[in-house]
């Protein structure tokens, strides 16, 4: 029941985005938009004078960019090996979860109130804790990202390998088909496309983890570099982390939808 | 057409499901038996317990009482050498037509080889040809459901069960449906028990006719259809034609 409910809702949110062939529209008319906040906040900038401390033109953080690429990329490739192995780590561990989760219905029971209880608590919390026992490298940061990526996971993983029509279960006992038949030939297939759901909302789940994860303590990265430059009062440079930031989230986002694009084509052509 | 010997028996079989407060009957006191190579509908008030009936057959649900036998054993594992067609066609989405009407032989492990020339020959059958290599979501719901048809039939089974397989098509589609799985049966002479809740649909195809009661249902009566085979639309306006199913619909009405 829970599982389903948390399913639902997870559907209305994603339904909206566009799922079939990227046509030029679909990157012209967001490219468009981004282009012209840009303009109307430098506009704004300078229209009404505001201290650059506040709030520096996005020219400036752009500037910055330009000026310190080697700076900027180094913490930028540092923050996306951290999200993209805690994502991995939570696409492993989430997939064999829900696999055995569906298999045994006491393993279910005893795992699932200690999953959501995992996710219950901030990882802002928990964070310090993590650091304590792991250090400061690049381990607690990716541990992080991969505690809060690998719920949707395992939560959409159950529903998709458990969603199967009652009539095809009736024609897999009419054909005797095994367990283990069930699983690679009907189960695995059906539970991708909510599974693609999941991994969409994982992937912006572990950008958030790794950040935070370096906001509490880190040496590198684009969270180091937001809080560093805050601690300086760098706002131009802040701004140029969350613009590199948000950057590297759609490109992991949009790739997602890539390859789902060409891993279940049949899902799209009904 | 039958030649005496029985391949489905029912003998005082019962089915009642469990419920917290009051168990539901569902199948009260059934018996009759279907013969070699028989078509037998079964026809009943929505609710009746059809479906249960036919999952009984299958061996992929308990009785609760009685026993049914298929081919002389009684039933208590999934029946062998057995096709089903469900109310929808319950396709398997990312396989295309070929390889849907080949998935029963994958599953008992059988070498698909052997099995291609015969795939390509229901497919021809059920007039599918062209669209071997189509997604099922590229189909209409007639063509998935000739689909389905074919995957039933792939292993040449001698018992061929069906759940309202045209229930869901327009009427127009039904009637090529109905001519055509007569064809199929005429060809390759098999035992079909067909659930239905069109009366008509019932007449024309079938040897035997079973009208059920409502739940918990028993065999109301059972008409023997006398038309020769094989059939085409002209009996549906013949006289014996609309008495059977004036009958029919009387004892249903009961």
């Known amino acids: 029941m829970e599982i389903k409910d948390l399913e639902e809702v997870k559907i209305e949110t994603i339904q909206g985005l566009p799922t079939r062939g990227l046509k030029l529209r679909e990157i012209a008319v967001p490219t468009a938009t981004l282009v012209l906040m840009f303009l109307a906040w430098e506009a704004a900038v300078r229209a009404f004078q505001i201290s650059p401390v506040i709030l520096p033109p996005p020219s400036a953080a752009l ?7 080697g700076l900027l990329l180094t913490h930028t490739y540092v923050t996306t090996q951290e999200i993209l192995l805690g994502f991995l780590l939570a696409i492993v561990v989430g997939l064999a979860f829900s696999v055995v989760m569906i298999h045994s219905k006491i393993l279910s029971e005893a795992l699932y109130p200690l999953l959501v209880l995992s996710q219950m608590v901030p990882k802002v919390a928990v964070a310090p804790l993590l650091l304590l026992w792991l250090g400061y490298g690049m381990l607690p940061k990716v541990v992080i990202a991969f505690t809060i990526a690998f719920f949707p996971i395992v939560i959409n993983g159950v529903s998709g390998l458990t969603s199967i029509d009652p009539e095809m279960l009736d024609l897999l006992k009419v054909l005797k088909a095994s367990r283990s038949q069930i699983l690679v030939k009907i189960r695995i297939k059906n539970s991708l496309p909510y599974l693609f759901d999941g991994l969409k909302i994982a992937i912006t789940l572990a ?18 570099l937001i809080i560093a430059s805050n601690a300086t009062i760098n706002t131009a440079m802040m701004f140029a982390a969350l613009i590199l930031l948000s950057a590297l989230g759609m490109l992991l986002f949009a790739l997602i939808m890539v390859v789902e694009r060409f891993s279940i084509p049949w899902h799209f052509r009904q | ?34 013969g070699e190579q028989e078509f037998a509908s079964v026809l009943g008030p929505s609710g009746c317990g059809k479906t249960t009936l036919l999952k009984i057959t299958a061996g992929i649900m308990p009785v609760s009482g009685g026993t049914v036998r298929v081919n002389g054993q009684p039933v ?3 029946v062998s050498n057995l096709g089903m067609v469900f109310q929808t066609p319950v396709l398997i989405k990312w396989r295309n037509v070929m390889d849907n009407v080949l998935f029963p ?24 040809e ?4 189509r997604l099922p979501g590229e189909l209409s719901g007639g063509m998935q459901q000739r689909v389905s048809i074919c995957r039933a039939l792939i292993t040449d089974p001698a018992l061929l069960l069906m759940d309202e397989p045209f229930g869901a098509l327009d009427a127009l589609t039904r009637e090529d449906m109905n001519l055509e799985l007569l064809r199929i049966w005429e060809a390759r002479k098999k035992t079909v028990l067909f659930v239905t809740h069109s009366i008509p649909e019932a007449v024309f195809l079938s040897d035997k006719v079973i009208v059920l009661s409502p739940r918990p249902s028993r065999v109301a009566r059972i008409f023997e259809i006398g038309f020769a085979r094989s059939r085409d639309f002209s009996v549906c306006y013949t006289k014996e034609f609309g008495e059977y199913c004036d009958a029919i619909r009387a004892e249903i009405k009961r």
């Open chain 1, 63 to 69: 500037l910055l960019i330009w000026k310190n690429p």
């Open chain 2, 105 to 128: 032989v994958e599953i008992l492990r059988h070498s698909r080889s052997d099995y291609l020339e015969r795939a390509h020959e229901l497919v021809r059958l059920v007039g599918l």
């Open chain 1, 207 to 224: 950008v958030i983890g790794a950040i935070v994860a370096e906001f509490i303590g880190g040496e590198t990265g684009l969270g180091y």
């Open chain 2, 130 to 133: 062209g669209f071997e290599n």
């Open chain 2, 76 to 78: 208590t594992e999934p």
């Open chain 2, 1 to 34: 057409m039958a030649d005496g010997r029985n391949v489905i028996e029912y003998d005082r079989v019962r089915k009642t499901y469990p419920h917290k407060r009051a168990p539901v009957p569902a199948i009260a006191d059934m018996s009759f038996a279907v």
